[in-house]
């Protein structure tokens, strides 16, 4: 069961950083400084290796927080959300800020990507904390 618990937490925070980059994409790589083509659409895009990367990395993620809020004897949806929220928030978001203001990017790239990982590490804890408590 936690192995499925951490594919199910991993694609739900997959499929919302499909949405929230597709929502924000002219913002984020004029922010990443991502050389677009005339169409708009990144200039020699096309792999599927960063979509390939980002699922194994959600994974990575939602394997941790599972093993986290087992450590920790967190239980529950919401306890379980609210500590998703604090893994993004105070640990990986400070991360990008920190990568970022060394590149020089904008700090609106921050608050893109630091906003995916609060948000994303939030509803990977909510899916987590549905399967058995979170704690299965």
Do not use: Q
Not at 27 to 51: H, I, N, Q, R, Y
Not at 71 to 78: L, P, Q, S, T
Not at 125 to 133: D, I, K
């Amino acid at each position: 069961m936690g192995v499925l618990a951490v594919i199910a937490a991993a694609a739900a925070s997959w499929v919302f950083g499909a949405v929230w980059y597709m929502t924000l994409s002219r913002t984020w790589m004029e922010a990443a400084g991502v050389p677009v083509g005339p169409d708009g659409k990144p200039a020699g895009g096309g792999s599927p290796l960063p979509f390939l990367l980002s699922a194994l990395a959600m994974l990575v993620v939602a394997g941790m927080l599972r093993h986290l809020l087992v450590m920790a004897g967190i239980a529950g949806a919401v306890p379980a959300a609210t500590t998703g929220l604090g893994v993004g928030l105070f640990f990986i978001a400070p991360w990008i800020m920190i990568n970022n203001a060394y590149a020089m990017r904008p700090f609106r790239l921050t608050l893109i990507d630091g906003g995916y990982a609060v948000i994303g590490c939030g509803l990977m804890g909510l899916v987590l904390g549905l399967f058995a408590g979170g704690a299965a």
